[in-house]
């Protein structure tokens, strides 16, 4: 495994990643664009790569502008493999380098993904019930998660 900063170059492997998923599935693959990954990795913040073989199987971004969260994804069969810790560090200890601000993120509620978070210091703030873009995909409930850089630290090694 190889974990590296993510480049322009590897945009098209993240999206493979991202329309991969088993939880949190794009109900409209094009709301992401070439554009908006270019943007949050060049201009808003910074994004995380894992390698396997020559193959991108999970990546992470970190929007400074906006002190959240705006992705971090797996391969599902490549799940399980500490992958996703190991992104989500990089990514918060980078973020909490430049900045103090808490950051957050939203996720589906009752998933893997909210049950990662919550065991790495992350903080319920809200519970929403959500109407997808796409009529073909049921409402959800999603949660927005905060963490501090106190509870990172406490919660985490650097």
Avoid at 45 to 74: H, M, P, Q, R, Y
Avoid at 85 to 113: C, G, P, V
Avoid at 118 to 131: A, H, P, Y
């Amino acid at each position: 495994m190889i974990f590296r900063e993510a480049q322009i170059s590897d945009i098209e492997q993240m999206m493979i990643v991202r329309l991969s998923v088993k939880e949190n599935i794009l109900s409209n693959p094009s709301l992401v664009t070439y554009e908006d990954m270019v943007e949050y990795l060049t201009i808003r913040g910074k994004g995380w790569v894992c390698e396997i073989n020559n193959t991108i199987v999970g990546f992470s971004i970190g929007d400074l502008k906006g002190n959240s969260v705006w992705a971090l994804f797996i391969l599902p069969q490549s799940e399980g493999k500490g992958i996703g810790k190991k992104l989500q560090t990089l990514m918060l200890n980078w973020y909490f380098e430049k900045t103090t601000k808490n950051i957050w993120l939203e996720t589906a509620a009752d998933t893997r993904a909210e049950k990662f978070y919550k065991t790495t210091g992350w903080k319920e703030t809200e519970r929403n019930k959500r109407q997808p873009s796409n009529s073909a995909f049921p409402p959800f409930v999603e949660v927005k998660l905060e963490l501090s850089k106190k509870n990172w630290k406490k919660n985490n090694t650097f």
